[in-house]
């Protein structure tokens, strides 16, 4: 019998998520090359890209999630344009791309040593799925599945198919994964991943690779970490897999309980948690609700033992605009737990 065979049979332990209970709430940015769910290529160079996470001021921006209140923050590795926020030569090792979409600067890593004093919680997003607007990519990761992935990427049709669990291109991506856990480690509490919008197809299976080894891979670097798998905007809020910590709670407006989906500290035994906008979409607009409104929605999730993330834009040197961490500290003065 394989280690991987042992390790798939022993009983998974999901992480302990009191942490995010009592943190109440949080903030997510998309620090992006584009704006997110672009559905176009990103009009921006590999230099360009590196100029722009190199101008990130993390200092000023610790300081602003420091001061608004935040429990712990979301932020964007990168998305669908291929630029990351972070080195990865796994990713280059595969992609074989010069000079890579991958930044110089690791943004992510010093961010994480940056909170880590504070006692801020950070939290890494980043897709399940290879940035479907970077061609060469998805051809190099085998992220090219022979049925319909327009949630994906558009209308991109491979000549080469994979196989239907896109069995090399799960295990490539666990492998970048794994590179950044283990560098990062116990300074990333945990992961965000977005785009599980094909469990059947690619996850619900008991022969790896699936849900246990894509956590596996994600808490590599720290074993508490929390993982949540994005199945998409669904309501009710759902636990999507038995293999997460907590729910990825995707909201464009705010969800309520029904007769049928009742709000409570566990939903399916993940850690209950909703994930919303202040502006007018993900990371872009202005304010679309009042502050007594915003307070008392994470209140009233609060008051389920639930957890929520706020998201708002954030400019390309890393400030969050002046209106928007105006709100934040009202959500702060009015929701965080006292010190």
């Known amino acids: 019998m394989t280690n991987e065979t042992t390790k798939q049979q022993t ?40 100029k722009r996470v190199e101008g990130f001021d993390l200092p000023r921006f610790v300081r602003q999630i420091q001061d608004v209140g935040a429990g712990y923050l979301i932020f964007t590795l990168g998305q669908s344009s291929g630029f990351f926020c972070s080195p990865n030569a796994t990713y280059d090792g595969i992609v074989g791309e010069n000079p890579s979409r991958l930044s110089r600067r690791d943004l992510m890593g010093e961010l994480a040593e940056a909170l880590a004093p504070t006692g801020i919680r950070l939290i890494a997003y980043l897709p399940a799925h290879a940035p479907g607007f970077h061609p060469r ?65 690619m996850y619900r299976h008991t022969g790896t690779p699936n849900f246990r080894s894509f956590a596996d891979a994600l808490k590599t670097g720290n074993p508490e970490s929390v993982v949540a798998f994005n199945p998409g905007v ?31 500290r566990f939903i399916d035994g993940a850690q209950f948690h909703v994930l919303s906008f202040l ?11 009042p502050d007594h409104l915003v307070v008392e929605y994470t209140r009233y999730i609060n008051g389920f033992d639930g957890a929520v993330t706020w998201d708002v834009p954030i400019l390309p040197d890393g ?13 702060g003065r009015s929701c965080s737990p006292a010190k």
Not at 235 to 240: A, F, G, L, T
Not at 319 to 331: C, E, H
Request: a negative charge.
């Open 11 to 50: 009983p998974w332990k999901r992480a302990n998520t009191d942490w995010m209970r009592d943190a109440r709430w949080g903030v997510m940015v998309h620090f992006l090359s584009d704006p997110p769910s672009f559905q176009h290529p990103a009009d921006v160079t590999a230099d360009e890209w590196n």
């Open 137 to 201: 990519a998805v051809e190099a990761l085998r992220c090219t599945p022979p049925w319909d992935a327009s949630l994906w990427h558009g209308s991109y049709v491979s000549a080469q198919p994979a196989d239907e669990r896109l069995s090399d291109f799960q295990r490539n991506w666990e492998s970048v994964i794994r590179e950044w856990s283990l560098r990062w480690g116990r300074n990333v509490h945990g992961w965000w991943i977005d785009g599980c919008y094909y469990p059947d197809q």
């Open 234 to 264: 669904l309501v009710p809020i759902i636990s999507h897999t038995e293999f997460e910590d907590y729910t990825a709670g995707e909201a464009n407006v705010l969800v309520t309980p029904n007769k049928f989906h009742g709000f409570q």
């Open 279 to 289: 502006g007018d979409f993900w990371c872009v607009g202005e304010p679309r609700y």
């Open 319 to 331: 400030r969050i605009p002046d209106v928007f961490s105006r709100q934040l500290s009202v959500i």
